[in-house]
């Protein structure tokens, strides 16, 4: 099982990136899948996830209506579309899967995620 994060890179404020979670050994359709990030001296904090239900998405307060996931079946990638980039969205970003549907209220807790891909850094500065 492995996750190959991608798309970082640096935005101005105001800006767009997409990040893409490829998944390998596994179909990602199956598992719930979560966005993360971890600034500088900051704990990791759950941005963005997807149930096994792809109808059923949930969002960090701070991203909500900025930013998209979404999960494409046929590429077994899943997306992060992050638009209206702010400073403090700067980070490095992970994804993550969870073998089976997690609860809706455990989607952005990231001690329950079973597999990890390595972080992809997002720079969001002028």
């Known amino acids: 099982v492995q996750l190959q994060a991608s798309g970082g890179g640096l935005a101005q404020p105001g800006g767009s990136l997409r990040l893409s979670c490829a998944a390998s050994g596994f179909t990602s359709d199956y598992y719930t899948v979560a966005w993360f ?6 704990e990791r904090e759950g941005v963005s996830g997807i149930r096994r239900i792809a109808t059923q998405t949930a969002y ?6 900025r ?3 979404s999960r494409d079946k046929h590429n077994n990638t899943v997306y ?3 638009n209206a980039l702010k400073p403090e969205d700067t980070a490095v970003y992970y994804c993550a899967a969870y073998s089976g549907n997690l609860v809706f209220s455990a989607i952005l807790q990231p001690n329950v995620y079973h597999y990890w891909g390595q972080g992809t850094q997002v ?4």
């Open 37 to 42: 990030r971890q600034a500088p001296g900051k």
């Open 60 to 65: 960090a307060a701070s991203v909500r209506g």
């Open 67 to 69: 930013f998209t996931i």
């Open 80 to 82: 992060l579309q992050m």
């Open 123 to 126: 720079t969001v500065s002028s």
